[in-house]
């Protein structure tokens, strides 16, 4: 797997990121932190995460409960906000529709797509 890289691109909307490369928790909470920086971001409250097609995460499944602890001791950054998750792999997709049923008490959207134009319309609608 390459390393994990954080892609920015540019959009009036919403900011669109993606994210590629072999994946720990930590790199995937330290993108969330990096995005939530984001001037565009910060700005709209709506963000498309995109994986790439070499994305990889060790016990994805495991390390959903660390992701949640994140956002929740973050609470101030993401309330109110629109997450838009796209992935073409199914692993992901199903992954991540998981996570989107298990939150409790979610302050803040987060729905999960196979391509950016659904997920796009989803975030502006």
Same mark, same amino acid.
């Given at each position: ?6 892609? /920015? =691109? /540019?959009?009036? #909307?919403?900011? =669109?990121?993606?994210?590629? %490369? *072999? ?6 909470? *330290?993108?969330? =932190? ?17 994986? %790439?097609?070499?994305? %990889? ?9 660390? &992701?949640?602890? $994140?956002? /929740?001791?973050? *609470? =101030? ?14 692993? $992901? $997709? ?5 996570? &989107?049923?298990?939150?409790?008490? #979610? ?11 659904? !997920?796009? !319309?989803?975030?502006?609608?």
């Amino acid at each position: 797997m390459s390393p994990f890289t954080i892609e /920015k =691109h /540019k959009h009036d #909307a919403f900011c =669109h990121v993606t994210l590629d %490369g *072999e994946a720990t928790v930590e790199s995937i909470i *330290e993108s969330m =932190h990096t995005m939530v920086e984001d001037e565009t971001y910060q700005r709209t409250q709506r963000i498309v995460v995109q994986t %790439g097609p070499a994305i %990889g995460l060790q016990s994805p499944v495991l390390n959903m409960r660390r &992701v949640e602890q $994140y956002v /929740k001791s973050n *609470e =101030h950054l993401f309330t109110g906000s629109r997450w838009a998750v796209v992935t073409s792999s199914m692993l $992901y $997709y199903g992954i991540s529709r998981m996570y &989107v049923a298990w939150r409790h008490d #979610a302050t803040y959207e987060l729905a999960v797509f196979r391509d950016v134009p659904d !997920a796009a !319309a989803w975030l502006t609608r």
